[in-house]
């Protein structure tokens, strides 16, 4: 059975860091995201990469700010997350697809149970 395990989440203040860990199981998968979640709203992608980790996509909101990196030796998936601001505050969600590379939701078929990041002003 597929898992996905998230660590590393926390409350930080504003422009601090936080490094976000995806342990995988069973088996790997093509490509990797990162999604988040706020009170309220959908939930949104924030980054992906592809299996050589060549490919990788970050929403707009995040770009120079986030970094995806995969070690699929270890099958984990890492988000270093620097100059937090308030409005990054979500829970942040794992998920892997077998497509090639995706950024659509609902093309990940598997999911971690997610992990709180809370910037305070």
């Known amino acids: 059975q597929v898992q996905l395990v998230e660590s590393g989440g926390g409350l930080v203040q504003a422009g601090g860091s936080l490094r976000l860990s995806c342990a995988a199981s069973?088996?790997?998968?093509?490509?990797m995201g990162w999604f988040r979640q706020a009170p309220g709203k959908e939930r949104e992608i924030v980054a992906a990469?592809?299996?050589?980790?060549?490919?990788?996509y970050y929403a707009d909101s995040v770009k120079g700010r986030f970094s995806i990196s995969r070690d699929n030796a270890k099958n984990t998936v890492d988000l270093q997350m620097n100059s937090l601001k308030p409005e990054d505050t979500a829970v942040y969600y794992c998920?892997?697809?077998?497509?090639?590379?995706?950024?659509?939701?609902?093309?990940?078929?598997?999911w971690g149970q997610g992990t709180q990041v809370t910037v305070s002003s």
């Open positions: 069973g088996r790997t998968f093509s490509t």
């Open positions: 990469i592809n299996w050589s980790g060549v490919r990788t």
């Open positions: 998920a892997a697809s077998r497509a090639v590379f995706t950024t659509t939701t609902k093309n990940y078929e598997v």
